[in-house]
């Protein structure tokens, strides 16, 4: 059997799998919230320890950067260590993987009912393929064909420098500039962005906030969800959330292009992340795909790039599963 994980910030999805030959099966899972636990040992010990089952391998798909055998999860105290999981969780074995990378290795795993396609484009068999997930933060990644399998490749794409693209862009980055020092795209495109576009075009004047709006955001939860929701709502008429999430759509569009143009993906761009999925009535109305493609020269290559939104929330369990059952094959070969 083998642990399969989500590792984020806020929660941590664990499924064991089952191995049956070439293919997986889950047979328990559950979410637990990470910040209540001092280390992921201490989480999926408790885990394993409810579940009763005696897994030999776990593969961690991790919010944060992976160097080596070793990572750090962005929104946590936490610094993991393959070594020493593998000796705390009593295992033979540890992977752990960036959170995108995970996702891309799903990607493979996705029938047609998982996808919501934004264009169909001309996928080109074997091309490289793109991942952008805006979620708490913005995570990237791509995949390439090494002859008999995808490879999947993580990215921190997601702090690169914020490319402003008109005068109401260049407005935002340099009120984001005095806030922050630097500005990616993660500052804007994300569940902790759409909040500082939300108050650049509120107290730059751009749009009114009603008496009732700013009530119900300053006692919300969570900011972004309240936001979001708001701009959704077709009983209300909210200027000030409709344009921040149309100018949050905009400028996701141009980073998914950017990203695209980068990696040729021919093969098709995926949306992934917990925000695409919730929004999908606002791109229809957005222009997200004309920021997209809008590349100069090069705009008719990414006119032809299909583009898909990943509705199922349980790709990165999957990707981190498939990564894990192709590296116990390898391990196989290799010691034969």
Known sequence: MLI???????KTTLVIYEISGDT?????EATLPSAQYHSLASLVSEFLQNSGMKPEHAVFGVAGPVIGSRATITNLPWTLDEDSLTRDLALRSVRLINDLQAIAYGIPELGREDLYTLNKGERIPHGPMAVIAPGTGLGEAYITWEGSRHHAHASEGGHCDFGPRSELEIELLSCLLEQHGHVSYERICSGMGLPNIYEFLRDKDHYEEPIWLSRLISKADDRTAAIVQTALDPGISCELCTKTLELFLSILG???GNL??????TGGVYLGGGIPPKILPAFADS???????RKGRLSPALERMPVHVILNPLVGLMGAASFGLSSLHEAEREGA
Do not use: R
């Open 4 to 10: 399969a994980g989500d590792v984020g910030g806020t």
């Open 24 to 28: 997986v099966h889950p047979v328990v």
């Open 254 to 256: 141009a980073e998914t």
């Open 260 to 265: 695209a143009l980068k990696v040729m993906a």
């Open 287 to 293: 222009t997200f795909m004309e920021s997209f493609i």
